[in-house]
């Protein structure tokens, strides 16, 4: 273990470095579907990291995948990366030099659905690692009524993706991450094992993968527990001038009971001004909607926050009742008088409404521009400060897109896992600076941007703040030590028990590829 540790700790490039025999390799996976055609592997969502690998597989099985890293296994420099739907930031899933693995040409490999300990427990559906999100809600809503408990707000994401990662949305505070709601993956370890794991069978590498940034195996399986799925939605959108009253209102919504509260609580920072971008235009729900600033204290700052909330129900349910309960749980609330947004929606609209985002963006040609994101998670010791420094200073003109801030709950998450979250309180933000910037000259060079996002992040460690990237990227050993704290010494210990040769993921940068071929019986 010391050795391994030294390894690390010497520095060595983490990328697969180019030998006469990487070539044979290829050659040598004789069936599978390979493509040296490399250029969308070299390149993703964040748009400003690029890296082409040796090859892409487009594997169709774990026994493909199981292949293609013993191959790697047995060279002496190749890695190899899982890459999903391609939405990494800062090349977390490219291998420079080495095999990218195209998990989306599993996307229909596995869809099953069951029950735990027979019919009477709880339900959930098998589904492969490389499909969308969006499929699993349109599967699971459209065969069988039911739902996965947790999402991210944008479903165009790999299941395998998120539950390396976490999987964050507005119903988290409830359910937990999505990384809480899986009793059983298939994983693929980089020894080139295929290995079924759970909280009982093989438990290790099941905590270590949820969470692992792809560092332990690959995710080819996953069984995600559902629910009854609602059919319809009443969205809601409430509107502050002060962040004091904002984290009031949603840290008490959040720390409501089940079936007391609303199902989904989320929130944004948005511009106190005009701009179509960042500021009022960005709050209405409905384009019949309009936002007047006639109704805003005459003492607001420069920034605003919406509270962001859903309540879920069935078409059963009486309007008047729904009503009841909505403005009892309102009434409690706040915000500025008469600026108040909602819509009914249905259900699969409701969970798909970034995917209208996404087609406008398109249009607008930003999609494709670069996106340095933020993502981070603050202890609610530290929130208040981080609003006064940040939201009202640094980024008080807005960023181009959204800036998302909410609460969630640490009790929801498995310290078991390999996901790191601040650990001074139970209530913790997210906070998530979401970029939509087009290019120069229209818009800033996306290193100024990212030289902005590091002094943030200086800030935070400069004041003693407890938090955690979220989608983590460091580009030195010093900040992954710290972001895994005390248990740097398990990250290590399972790392070098699952993939002792450091061939997975290496655009993560944490580990080293050992310079020497992994024999494999």
């Given at each position: 273990?010391?050795?391994?540790?030294?390894?690390?700790?010497?520095?060595?490039?983490?990328?697969?470095?180019?030998?006469?025999?990487?070539?044979?390799?290829?050659?040598?996976?004789?069936?599978?579907?390979?493509?040296?055609?490399?250029?969308?592997?070299?390149?993703?969502?964040?748009?400003?990291?690029?890296?082409?690998?040796?090859?892409?597989?487009?594997?169709?099985?774990?026994?493909?995948?199981?292949?293609?890293?013993?191959?790697?296994?047995?060279?002496?420099?190749?890695?190899?990366?899982?890459?999903?739907?391609?939405?990494?930031?800062?090349?977390?899933?490219?291998?420079?030099?080495?095999?990218?693995?195209?998990?989306?040409?599993?996307?229909?490999?596995?869809?099953?659905?069951?029950?735990?300990?027979?019919?009477?427990?709880?339900?959930?559906?098998d589904v492969p690692g490389g499909a969308l999100w969006e499929d699993v809600l349109k599967r699971c809503v459209s065969q069988f009524g039911l739902a996965p408990r947790s999402w991210t707000d944008y479903l165009g994401l790999t299941v395998g993706g998120t539950l390396s990662n976490g999987g964050v949305s507005g119903q988290a505070f409830?359910?937990?991450?999505?990384?809480?709601?899986?009793?059983?993956?298939?994983?693929?370890?980089?020894?080139?094992?295929?290995?079924?794991?759970?909280?009982?069978?093989?438990?290790?590498?099941?905590?270590?993968?949820?969470?692992?940034?792809?560092?332990?195996?690959?995710?080819?399986?996953?069984?995600?527990?559902?629910?009854?799925?609602?059919?319809?939605?009443?969205?809601?959108?409430?509107?502050?001038?002060?962040?004091?009253?904002?984290?009031?209102?949603?840290?008490?919504?959040?720390?409501?009971?089940?079936?007391?509260?609303?199902?989904?609580?989320?929130?944004?920072?948005?511009?106190n001004s005009d701009d179509p971008c960042n500021g009022w235009p960005t709050v209405p729900i409905h384009p019949n909607q309009r936002f007047d600033p006639v109704r805003l204290p005459s003492n607001a700052g420069p920034v605003l926050y919406c509270l962001e909330l859903a309540l879920h129900y069935r078409h059963s349910h009486h309007p008047?009742?729904?009503?009841?309960?909505?403005?009892?749980?309102?009434?409690?609330?706040?915000?500025?008088?008469?600026?108040?947004?909602?819509?009914?929606?249905?259900?699969?609209?409701?969970?798909?409404?970034?995917?209208?985002?996404?087609?406008?963006?398109?249009?607008?040609?930003?999609?494709?521009?670069?996106?340095?994101?933020?993502?981070?998670?603050?202890?609610?010791?530290?929130?208040?400060?981080?609003?006064?420094?940040?939201?009202?200073?640094?980024?008080?003109?807005?960023?181009?897109?959204?800036?998302?801030?909410?609460?969630?709950?640490?009790?929801?998450?498995?310290?078991?896992?390999?996901?790191?979250?601040?650990?001074?309180?139970?209530?913790?933000?997210?906070?998530?600076?979401?970029?939509?910037?087009?290019?120069?000259?229209?818009?800033?060079?996306?290193?100024?941007?990212?030289?902005?996002?590091?002094?943030?992040?200086?800030?935070?460690?400069?004041?003693?703040?407890?938090?955690?990237?979220?989608?983590?990227?460091?580009?030195?050993?010093?900040?992954?030590?710290?972001?895994?704290?005390?248990?740097?010494?398990?990250f290590i210990d399972r790392k070098a028990n699952f993939d002792p040769l450091a061939l997975l993921a290496p655009g993560q940068k944490i580990f080293s590829r050992i310079p020497q071929p992994l024999s494999i019986t």
């Amino acid at each position: 273990m010391i050795a391994y540790l030294e390894h690390f700790v010497h520095g060595n490039d983490a990328e697969s470095r180019q030998d006469d025999t990487d070539g044979d390799v290829v050659s040598s996976l004789d069936g599978l579907e390979i493509t040296t055609a490399t250029a969308s592997a070299g390149k993703d969502f964040g748009g400003t990291k690029f890296s082409k690998p040796l090859a892409v597989v487009r594997p169709s099985s774990a026994v493909d995948i199981a292949r293609a890293v013993r191959a790697a296994a047995a060279t002496a420099n190749l890695t190899v990366a899982a890459r999903g739907n391609g939405h990494s930031i800062n090349g977390q899933a490219m291998a420079h030099r080495g095999l990218v693995l195209d998990m989306r040409a599993m996307e229909n490999h596995c869809f099953r659905f069951g029950a735990e300990n027979g019919s009477g427990g709880l339900r959930y559906v098998d589904v492969p690692g490389g499909a969308l999100w969006e499929d699993v809600l349109k599967r699971c809503v459209s065969q069988f009524g039911l739902a996965p408990r947790s999402w991210t707000d944008y479903l165009g994401l790999t299941v395998g993706g998120t539950l390396s990662n976490g999987g964050v949305s507005g119903q988290a505070f409830r359910y937990g991450p999505q990384t809480a709601n899986v009793t059983e993956m298939e994983v693929v370890t980089g020894r080139g094992e295929t290995v079924i794991c759970s909280e009982k069978q093989n438990s290790e590498l099941f905590f270590a993968a949820l969470g692992g940034l792809g560092q332990f195996g690959i995710i080819t399986r996953a069984r995600v527990l559902l629910q009854q799925a609602p059919d319809m939605v009443r969205w809601i959108r409430v509107v502050y001038s002060e962040f004091e009253a904002y984290t009031r209102d949603a840290e008490w919504l959040v720390s409501l009971r089940e079936g007391e509260g609303f199902d989904y609580v989320e929130g944004f920072v948005f511009v106190n001004s005009d701009d179509p971008c960042n500021g009022w235009p960005t709050v209405p729900i409905h384009p019949n909607q309009r936002f007047d600033p006639v109704r805003l204290p005459s003492n607001a700052g420069p920034v605003l926050y919406c509270l962001e909330l859903a309540l879920h129900y069935r078409h059963s349910h009486h309007p008047s009742t729904l009503d009841m309960e909505v403005e009892k749980l309102v009434g409690r609330l706040r915000f500025v008088e008469g600026v108040k947004f909602e819509v009914d929606v249905s259900y699969m609209e409701f969970l798909l409404r970034v995917k209208r985002v996404e087609e406008e963006a398109k249009v607008k040609g930003i999609w494709d521009a670069p996106h340095p994101w933020l993502n981070m998670f603050i202890s609610k010791s530290n929130i208040a400060e981080f609003d006064r420094e940040v939201f009202k200073k640094i980024i008080k003109n807005g960023v181009g897109g959204p800036i998302l801030v909410y609460p969630l709950l640490r009790s929801k998450w498995d310290s078991r896992h390999s996901v790191m979250v601040p650990e001074s309180s139970n209530i913790f933000y997210i906070v998530a600076l979401l970029r939509f910037v087009p290019a120069p000259p229209k818009g800033p060079h996306a290193e100024i941007l990212v030289a902005q996002n590091n002094a943030i992040i200086q800030l935070c460690y400069n004041r003693g703040f407890d938090f955690k990237l979220y989608l983590p990227h460091y580009n030195s050993q010093e900040n992954w030590m710290r972001h895994f704290g005390d248990k740097w010494t398990r990250f290590i210990d399972r790392k070098a028990n699952f993939d002792p040769l450091a061939l997975l993921a290496p655009g993560q940068k944490i580990f080293s590829r050992i310079p020497q071929p992994l024999s494999i019986t």
